[in-house]
């Protein structure tokens, strides 16, 4: 597709409940990256892939986050055993290669809410 | 470790008004700086992408350029509409690896 696309668009879940999130690039795209936007417009950047291989990770919490980029299926976030600090906007962007120019498109985001 | 810092964190303007949205970063050794634009419960759009060589880019009416020795760069919105109210960000690479280092954004309001 030409656009970035996020499922689901809303999420809610009990603390300790798990959270999965998915992402579809845009055509063509072979980089994926995922970032987490919580209160007062502050992005982390969490994972990027290079088609299915994780490109870098160094903002993942590790001990429940997971992330994967199979082919032909879209990019999934897992989040084990949520906490309410997980609640937050998770956001796809996706890019056609790896360097400064190329720009990264960006979803509409998934709002993770954690009760 | 780069931090990015957007100044001020609010704006409203009246329309027609042209104005100037600034950010600053620590280190001046960026690959890239990007501009977006990001409506309430939307995604990022992205505006303006300058390259680490360039001084400047265009787009109808918004004009960012970048000043990497003093580690700032500005969008200019000449002409502003209620349409541009928005949240705009900056963000810078991080190193080689292409992950985006974003400010907290500008929060503009453009009253008709």
């Known amino acids: 597709g030409e656009e970035v696309a996020q499922t689901p668009k809303h999420l809610v879940r009990g603390e300790g409940q798990k959270a999965k999130l998915y992402c579809a690039p845009i055509k063509g795209h072979s980089y994926v990256f995922w970032y987490q936007q919580v209160l007062k417009n502050e992005f982390k950047f969490l994972i990027s892939?290079?088609?299915?291989?994780?490109?870098?990770e160094t903002g993942m919490p590790k001990e429940r986050f997971s992330a994967k980029c199979l082919p032909n299926s879209p990019c999934s976030l897992e989040i084990q055993a949520t906490k309410l600090e997980d609640s937050a906007v998770y956001f796809c962007?996706?890019?056609?290669?790896?360097?400064?120019?190329?720009?990264?498109?960006f979803g509409p985001g998934t709002r993770l809410t954690v009760t | 470790k780069q931090e990015v810092t957007q100044i001020p964190a609010a704006l409203s303007v009246p329309e027609g008004e042209n104005l100037v949205l600034n950010c600053s970063f620590t280190?001046?050794?960026?690959?890239?700086l990007q501009w977006f634009r990001q409506d309430p419960g939307k995604g990022l759009t992205s505006l303006l992408l300058i390259q680490s060589s360039q001084r400047e880019q265009t787009s109808g009416r918004l004009n960012a350029s970048l000043d990497k020795s003093s580690g700032r760069s500005t969008l200019y919105i000449a002409a502003s509409q209620p349409g541009d109210s928005a949240t705009y960000l900056c963000?810078?690479?991080?190193?080689?690896?292409?992950?985006?280092?974003f400010g907290k954004g500008t929060k503009l309001s453009v009253k008709p």
């Open positions: 892939f290079q088609n299915e291989n994780v490109f870098d």
């Open positions: 963000a810078v690479w991080r190193g080689s690896q292409g992950n985006l280092i």
């Open positions: 962007a996706s890019s056609q290669g790896q360097g400064p120019i190329y720009e990264q498109y």
């Open positions: 280190d001046s050794a960026i690959y890239n």
